[in-house]
């Protein structure tokens, strides 16, 4: 499994930001895909993820503020973040999973947020 994402980019507090993710190779391993992100000086913590039939979760950070949506057809997962805050800035990773277990299986490249204040 192979995952590309993009989107990220440099934002003010409180504007919006898209990324996407799309899968290649053998998709059909793929369980749970999701969002983690590393803050600067912070361990790599799950952001939000979805399961194949669309049920999703979220960080308490981000509850109400960002979304995640899954395109199975089109094997992409994409991560709506709206009114954002400096302390969302982090490198953000597409990943993905074989099973609903926290294990992940496959990276993506990440790629960097940064909110100024």
């Known amino acids: 499994v192979q995952l590309q994402a993009s989107g990220g980019g440099l934002v003010q507090a409180g504007g919006s930001l898209r990324l996407s993710c799309e899968a290649s190779?053998?998709?059909?391993?793929?369980?749970?895909m999701g969002w983690y992100r590393q803050c600067p000086g912070k361990e790599r913590e799950l952001v939000a993820d979805?399961?194949?039939?669309?049920?999703?979760g979220y960080a308490d950070s981000v509850k109400g503020r960002f979304t995640i949506s899954r395109d199975n057809a089109k094997n992409t997962v994409d991560l709506q973040m709206n009114t954002l805050k400096p302390e969302d800035t982090a490198v953000y990773y597409c990943?993905?999973?074989?099973?609903?277990?926290?294990?992940?299986?496959?990276w993506g490249q990440g790629t960097l947020v940064t909110v100024s204040s």
């Open positions: 190779g053998s998709i059909f391993s793929i369980a749970v």
């Open positions: 990943a993905a999973r074989r099973s609903a277990s926290r294990i992940v299986n496959w």
């Open positions: 979805i399961t194949y039939g669309g049920s999703t």
